[in-house]
């Protein structure tokens, strides 16, 4: 069964950093893109970030301009889980995180969803 599981949420207070992963299983990361992405009240669903290696020996990444420069994302092929390294956080970032199969920035059509994992940024 397609089963995508995610952690790492939690509390932190501005400034800190959080790693989130998203275990996969049913599929092969090596064969789409996966990607995570964030809804917050009062807010539409954001794209966060998103990896894919499909039919290339080098990486396609997407971050969202919000994001750039403090989240890092990567992939584990052998434990077939992607990580999403959060640092310098902001209340802004607070958000349930999905990690999710397939990515439309990154040309691919999303199948799949996680349940999510809270992340709250406050002093």
């Known amino acids: 069964q397609v089963q995508l599981v995610e952690s790492g949420g939690g509390l932190v207070q501005p400034g800190g950093s959080l790693r989130l992963s998203c275990a996969a299983s049913g599929f092969s990361l090596d064969y789409t893109a996966i990607g995570w992405f964030r809804r917050a009240p009062g807010k539409e669903g954001e794209a966060v970030s998103c990896?894919?290696?499909?039919?290339?020996?080098?990486?396609?990444?997407y971050y969202s301009d919000s994001v750039k420069g403090r989240f890092a994302i990567s992939r584990d092929s052998a434990k077939n889980t992607v990580h999403l390294q959060m640092n310098s956080l902001k209340p802004d970032d607070t958000a349930v995180y999905y990690c999710?199969?397939?990515?439309?920035?990154?040309?691919?059509?999303?199948?799949?969803w996680g349940q999510g994992t809270q992340v709250t940024v406050s002093s």
């Open positions: 999710a199969r397939g990515c439309p920035r990154l040309g691919s059509i999303f199948t799949n």
């Open positions: 990896i894919s290696s499909i039919a290339s020996t080098d990486l396609n990444v």
